[in-house]
């Protein structure tokens, strides 16, 4: 069953607690970052009812959240996602080649998840790293002027941390 | 060297953290606007500097917070837009990542300003790490007496709280980015009422850019008369402009609106030149959005002037020969570039944003996403060309948002400016797919008409 923690649960209450009395809803999209946090990067109906829940809101809303912003993920994703973008600025700067280097590297596609369930591969559109072009997001940071051998250094890194590589 | 207001500190060793921040001059404005001006002689000097909001638009803005009302007994927000999401923009993420404590203390004097004692920053979900670096910077101007109750003991209360978005350019349009803060989804809502009378939770709420609020900062501290007399006519003070695409230097760099666009991009102290020796083809100077120029038209106006980096100049000849200021995007294109590719790449970014919620805008990205795939992969036809055209012009205007306008330019311009690309990509199907169009006639120099 999913359920925060109480260190989970304690961030909620701080992030209910920056807006008025009864508009508690105002916490939906930082809550829904927490639960995909906490329950394997996705968000699964009983997450999203489990939020509504929380939050004392029906069902309906926090679907139609969860499925109009692109970082929320409703179906299950790899241990790591490799966001790539794509949008002009960095397609000026080659991420077309970066996107097909790794489909070959990985052997998936866009969308896709590798058998072994590390790798999922996403491109998505402007992060504002233009400048740093060709990037991706992993996790919580970017990483920029993606070359093949940094590609090849970074899924490495994570086949290390995730113990598979040593 | 022009001058910098905003980012003369931010390679300051620590500026990061308010200690060093504090020792090099912050929050001086603080103290002065808190304890010797009123919200209104601070909105006056905001007036007074001719600021014009810095993330896109261009609306003075101390106009705009005239504009806020003052209902009895109902709190008013200050709302910081840090979305930042126009494809060549990234200026708010440099200003934040180093220097967050200009930000902070701008809104802290906008707050008071306002009358706004909860102001919120709506930062773009993929800022994550940015997000933890507010957060710390707040603390720490809480820690010492700038936020938080009876702020430096003048009565004034005010929190910020830091909001993150989750993946959706529509946010940065204001009335979306209120949705998105009362945790909706991003639709833009119908003005009026605008967000100055009924904003976030139908309070009177002012939503302002980044580095709008950090320009209050100088404003305050040198006075707007002085403040004003920075850059040329109505482009007053410093803007920051981020360059990418193929320039030596990418980077952010704040100008003072009098350099010449020439010089922006050649000059070592910019963007050093195009880059592996390669020539200039085109450029969109105001983010993604703005209309797209070639090398001649960017470089000169059709009347054959120097073309500045300044709100006016930029839009010199309106459409038809000019473009925008915008968002401060700067994206370079060099002469192995396909303006068909490029065109095609901005409208699948367009088509992914659309909220959905109008007809024109949500069919009409789709469409035109559709037809660009088609030329750019030999399956082009000519009457394609008309037809782009025609569907670009019945989403202009015709939505709730700009998103629909913002969609509709960048088409527009390509085809407007070359159209003999996109031709020779549909009577050259195989060929376009083997090599560019090159830089073709973009650079000559453009015949000047005499008049008498």
Known sequence: MVKFSEEQLTEFNRLVARYPEGKQKSALLPVLHLAQDSFGGWLSSETMDYVAELLQITPIEVYEVATFYSMYNTKPVGKYMFEVCQTGPCMLRGSDDIIAYIEKTLGIQPGQTTADGLFTLKTVECLGACGYAPMMQLGKHYREHLTKEKVDAIIDECKKNAGVLN | MSVKLLLAKAHVEGIRGFDVYRREGGYQSVEKALKQMNPESIVEEVKKSGLRGRGGAGFPAGMKWSFIAKPEGVPRHLVCNADESEPGTFKDRYLMEFIPHLLIEGLIVSSFALGSNDT???????????????????????????????????GFDC??????????????????????????????????????????????????????????????????????????????????????????????YEIDMTISVEDFIYSDEYCGGIANGKKLKACIPGGSSVPILPANLLLKTAKGETRYMNYESLSDGGFASGSMMGSGGFIVLDEDQCIVRNTLSLARFYRHESCGQCSPCREGTGWMEKILHNIEYGKGKISDIDLLWDIQRKIEGNTICPLGDAAAWPVAAAIRHFRDEFEWHVNNPLEAQEKNYGLAHYADPIHVPVTA
Request: glycine share 14%.
């Open chain 2, 120 to 154: 919120y920053i709506y930062i773009r979900g993929e800022y994550a790490w940015i997000v933890d670096i507010l957060e710390d910077a707040i603390n720490e101007a809480k820690a010492n007496g700038f936020l938080g109750k009876n702020i430096l003991g003048t």
């Open chain 2, 159 to 252: 929190e910020i709280h830091v909001q993150r978005g989750a993946g959706a350019y529509i946010c940065g349009e204001e009335t979306a980015l209120i949705e998105s803060l009362e945790g909706k989804r991003g639709n833009p809502r119908i003005k009026p009422p605008f967000p100055a009378i009924q904003g976030v939770w139908q309070r009177p709420t002012v939503v302002n850019n980044v580095e709008t609020l950090a320009a209050v900062v100088p404003i305050i501290n040198m006075g707007g008369e002085e403040y004003a007399k920075i850059g040329v006519g109505k482009s007053t003070g410093t803007k920051l402009i981020s360059a990418c695409g193929n320039i030596n230097k990418p980077g952010v």
